[in-house]
């Protein structure tokens, strides 16, 4: 269990870092999020047999679904199923692959996680576009109404 752990702090360390200046504080309050979700997440998929990656994949979509109530815009919702994807993927790598406490997980390297990597790296950036946008569209009609 003690790699689960270590597991989640990188997983939130990973995932606090696109919030800058802010990561420490993000840090924080992403791990603490995590260990009262994730944890008893991967305790209930532990119990169930459920600790292959691609219950990892699922598990942290699941576990993201706490950010609805706060964001219900559509792109960030979508911004927060991929960083719970992240955090269950990076989590599930370093905490349970080749992991002898767990050893109902598979030894070889799941090639196949890759076939993630779009919707890993498009989902941020379709959210980070749309807050720009938003940004934008905002100061111009803040400056449309200053201006005679």
Same mark, same amino acid.
């Given at each position: 269990m003690h790699r689960v752990h270590i597991g989640f702090a990188c997983a939130a360390l990973l995932t606090s870092?696109?919030?800058?200046? @802010? !990561? %420490?504080?993000a840090f *924080? +309050? +992403? @791990? !603490?999020?995590?260990l009262c979700v994730g944890l008893p997440l991967v305790l209930l998929c532990r119990r169930r047999g459920w600790l292959q990656w691609w219950h990892a994949a699922i598990a942290g979509v699941?576990? !993201?679904? *706490?950010?609805?109530?706060? /964001?219900?815009?559509?792109?960030? +919702? *979508? @911004?927060?199923?991929v960083m719970g994807q992240v955090l269950a993927l990076t989590t599930w790598w370093i905490g349970l692959f080749r992991n002898p406490a767990f050893p109902s997980? $598979?030894? $070889? %390297?799941p090639w196949e996680m890759f076939l993630l990597l779009p919707i890993l790296v498009l989902g941020p950036?379709? @959210?980070?576009?749309? !807050?720009?946008?938003? /940004? *934008? /569209?905002a100061s111009s009609e803040a400056y449309s109404t200053v201006t005679p």
């Open positions: 870092l696109p919030f800058l200046g @802010y !990561a %420490p504080v *924080v +309050i +992403i @791990y !603490a999020v995590v699941v576990g !993201a679904s *706490v950010c609805l109530p706060f /964001r219900p815009e559509p792109s960030a +919702i *979508v @911004y927060c199923f997980v $598979r030894s $070889r %390297p950036l379709n @959210y980070f576009d749309h !807050a720009h946008d938003t /940004r *934008v /569209r």
